[in-house]
């Protein structure tokens, strides 16, 4: 049995992680008690091989008895289930911000026992005090600040489609200094050493995607040498990180505006990592962004 714990911040993206869940193939039930999980599980150990994925949406709505959720996921390894929980964060201003937008009240302002007076921020700053247990304890921990809805659903069909992969998740991450390093990274490579193209009429206003962008990146001996050492570093780490349990390993290499040397590098990272046939997405996080 599969089981996928859905849980994290309200306004997170659960929604959208769970109809993408569902095109995978997991039956998927939202806003479930933890103290029925075990009980849920044991009804689909009983449905005669009818379903063997399942996905729980478990969050701030079912209450703050985030211990139970942490014994139950415990229990249900115990039992031989493949289980891991994923954990959905943002900053308070991208919530705050999708609450405005959606016109959504947070589920501890609907609640009859919080205080009238509570702002959207103390809100929000008091789900992320219920569910610290729950995220320290999370296999896996997403930041959808700046992620499309199209990223997040890469994502989950990278982590969770059947494959015979390695069993650690490698999301390389392009991104541009001048937006700021991303948050969840655990290796951060700086590529603004190498010619720019940028400064190329030509390939201004084209991305590291493009193949004319790459092979001018890559025709300068300094960053094929580069790139290959790169490589030779997360060939030697990789191991070491699986020795030690981690489930995931976020690799994030920036160039000045995240479009054109960090595009091309983290594609041929994530080509490398593929080949070896280690589970890779790969997240261009500052692309489609316009210089100002």
Partial sequence: MDVVILTGLSGAGKSNATHVLEDLGYYCVDNMPPKLIEKFAEFCMQSGGKIS???IIADIRSG?????????VDKLRAWGF?????FLDASDDVLIKRYKETRRKHPLLTDDKVDDSLSLSEAIKNERALLKIVRENSDYILDTSLLSVKQLSEWFIGTFSDSSETSILITCTSFGYKYGIPTDADLVFDVRCLPNPFYIRELKE????DKSVSDYVFKWKQSSELLERLIDLIDYLLPLYIEEGK???TIAVGCTGGKHRSV???EKIT???RGKNVKSVINHRDILKVAP
Avoid at 64 to 72: Q, Y
Avoid at 206 to 209: E, R
Wanted: positive net charge; proline residues 0%; charged residues 15%.
């Fill in 264 to 266: 091309a590098f983290a």
């Fill in 53 to 55: 994925k399942i996905a």
């Fill in 206 to 209: 084209k991305t590291g995607l």
């Fill in 64 to 72: 703050s008895v985030f211990d139970d959720l942490i014994t139950s």
């Fill in 271 to 273: 080509a490398h990592m």
């Fill in 82 to 86: 493949k289980c891991n929980t994923v």
């Fill in 247 to 249: 489930g995931q390993l």
